[in-house]
């Protein structure tokens, strides 16, 4: 997975990514990270790639050119990609773009899994009051949002993405069972977990997790994702598929005894 990131603040990106299972990911080849500073591409002597809006108003705006420059220069770099030509081009075929806004669509894990399968994906990170709006148009395909909330620019919402996306890229986590069995697959939450040592303070880890008993180990883990998502997230509860036991433990907590 190679993740293009245009951006005011390549260092954000990068030392964000460099850290952690994302950093280790990177060393070892599974994913790929490019901050290209837009700045870079400003078309002027201070290197500005912001400038006042057209009817006023507070804020700066990202001008259009540095911003389509460098795309076409992260365009350039994808293979797969046709060469980008000088004049406007829409959407090059076959390239995601994602503008991290307020304004788009809500990132879910679902869409974390469709994303994974690509082999390139580019960001768009915005500041100030936003980037005029013919650029967006025109080279932008998928507008996202993190959340109902504003923030000060996309890099945030960019990260907290491509973090998502890459513990899904395979290899990148060492155990694929967990992926599978994390929060949100089937719509349960994950169930909860224990460590050393078996008495904490006085509380027992539950027994069932010393018997050794494989069965009733899976029976549990079950039981607690059903109790679980039913206390924290009775919202996904509609979209699982429960047996008729399940179907009544969670109504039981939930107090919906239709
Ligand atoms: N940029 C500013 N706020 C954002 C949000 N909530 N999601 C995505 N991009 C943003």
């Known amino acids: ?11 954000m990106i990068n030392n964000a990514m460099g850290e952690s299972i994302t950093g280790r990911a990177i060393k070892a080849g599974y994913i ?18 912001d400038d006042y809006p057209y009817g006023g108003g507070a804020g700066m705006v990202m001008q259009a050119e540095p911003v389509y420059l460098c795309y076409r220069h992260i365009c350039n770099n994808i293979k797969k990609s046709q060469p980008v030509q000088d004049n406007i081009i829409h959407k090059t075929p076959g390239i995601r773009v994602i503008y991290l806004t307020p304004q788009g669509k809500a990132f879910t894990q679902e869409l974390a899994a ?52 890459s513990r899904l890229v395979p290899g990148v ?48 883990y079950r039981e607690q994702s059903v109790i679980k998502t039913a206390l924290l997230r009775p919202d996904l509860l509609e979209g699982a598929e429960l047996t008729q036991p399940e179907r009544e433990l969670a109504d039981e907590i939930t107090g919906n005894r239709s």
């Open 32 to 49: 790929n990270v490019d901050a290209v500073d837009i700045r870079d591409f400003a078309t002027n002597k201070h290197s500005r790639a």
């Open 114 to 165: 469709e994303y994974s399968k690509e082999d390139d994906l580019v960001f768009l990170c915005g500041h100030y009051e936003g980037i005029d709006e013919r650029v967006t148009e025109e080279i932008v395909t998928d507008y996202i949002s993190i959340g109902d909330y504003v923030l000060t620019g996309g890099e945030l919402p960019a990260l907290v993405m491509m973090d998502a996306i």
């Open 1 to 11: 997975m190679n993740f293009h990131v245009m951006t005011l603040f390549p260092d």
């Open 173 to 220: 986590l060492n155990n694929c069972i967990s992926a599978q069995t994390e929060s949100f697959s089937g719509n349960l939450l994950e169930y909860p977990q224990y460590t050393r040592p078996a008495v904490w303070r006085g509380k027992e880890v539950p027994p069932v997790l010393l018997s050794g008993n494989h069965k009733k180990l899976a029976e549990w």
